[in-house]
């Protein structure tokens, strides 16, 4: 039988020997996928490094490490537009860091109980149910709105809870010019709090709840929400890495692997963007949510290989469509092109 030995990386910190094209896979799809939807791939990072082989605490750590590396980026292309509050941004970050701290302390705590592995893969179960719930409810009103004749730009605005919580006087009260409104600054704070305590605990850049948090409570516009959220993502990832560094918990190696990956894929999920077309890719997404959460279950039950497989098979299938969205759209924009040079010659 050949010597699959060469196909495993030791991870000197983490102490286990892990298939490296594996954490390769899961850097490159969190690229792909995070570049195409607009939404990080960090929910299926954490889960993956643990059915890989990591150790639960070594898995969050590391996922929150190569969140922060990621996301500097994406930041500084907002910031180019004037897309980041940066003085929200820093209101919240007093919030984000304290939450952050609660969500490891957790961590190390039900990892001295040896618990630590159960309860964050069932937590992560509850969470990519509700993703895929958001997913799939989102393609269902598309769909009514669609038979209803209602297209283009929403006329009324939805949820307005923000409304009500800015006529919270506690001081301080504070006046973001850039978002354009008026708040007590307790009210950003408790929201990165509740945020940064799921972002330490599961290792996630904590923005899958802190986006809508923006819009919907916070009363941010959308835009400026997307490159705020993305600056919060950023430090709280920095001061995560710190946290967890302290602690021992991250694999610096297996790190610049999946950020070797993500570099790559996130540009061809940019790309593909530009020629997405319908809602068929989001319930492929959706599906790929779901196909994340039975591997855990998998994972949970004792079934490592089979989870392994799954989870691995699942991102890797979601990342050959997207390639191809990108790949035919391409091919069909050149042909357009030619054409138009040859009828113009």
Not at 118 to 132: H, P
Not at 167 to 191: D, E, Q, Y
Not at 216 to 243: K, R
Request: proline share 3%.
């Amino acid at each position: 039988m050949a010597d699959m030995s060469w196909l495993y990386m030791y991870m000197p910190i983490a102490g286990v020997h892990i298939f490296w094209p594996g954490l390769v896979l899961i850097g490159f799809s969190v690229g792909v996928i995070g570049g195409f939807f607009g939404m990080g791939g960090a929910w299926m990072v954490t889960p993956g490094l643990n059915i890989l082989g990591f150790p639960m605490a070594f898995a969050i750590g590391t996922d929150i490490a190569h969140i922060a590396g990621k996301s500097m980026i994406s930041t500084m292309r907002h910031s180019k537009f004037g897309n980041v509050d940066y003085k929200l941004g820093i209101v919240m970050l007093v919030g984000t860091m304290v939450g952050i701290e609660i969500g490891a302390q957790i961590v190390m705590y039900l990892e001295r109980l040896g618990m630590v592995g159960s309860v964050v893969r069932w937590v992560y179960v509850v969470f990519l149910a509700l993703i895929a719930w958001m997913v799939f409810y989102d393609y269902a009103k598309a769909v009514k709105n669609k038979k209803m004749g209602k297209t283009g730009e929403h006329g009324a605005e939805g949820v307005t809870w923000y409304k009500t919580l800015h006529k919270l006087n506690i001081p301080p009260m504070v006046h973001f010019t850039r978002s354009g409104f008026t708040c007590s600054a307790w009210l950003p704070i408790m929201v990165s709090m509740v945020t940064g305590v799921l972002a330490g605990f599961l290792g996630i850049g904590g923005g899958l709840l802190r986006m809508p948090a923006l819009v919907y409570l916070i009363g941010c516009p959308t835009h400026v929400a997307v490159g705020t959220d993305l600056f919060e993502v950023m430090i709280s990832g920095l001061y995560g890495a710190f946290t967890y560094t302290l602690k021992g918990r991250i694999e610096i190696v297996a790190v610049f692997v999946m950020l070797t990956g993500a570099a790559i894929g996130a540009q061809i999920g940019t790309v593909a963007t530009k020629y997405s077309k319908g809602y068929g890719i989001r319930l492929a997404f959706g599906a790929a949510v779901l196909c994340c959460m039975i591997s855990i279950i998998l994972k949970q039950v004792g079934l490592t290989a089979a989870a392994a497989v799954l989870i691995l098979s699942t991102i890797g299938v979601i990342c050959l469509m997207i390639i191809k969205i990108m790949w035919v759209g391409a091919s069909q924009e050149l042909r357009e092109k030619k054409a138009r040079e040859q009828a113009n010659a």
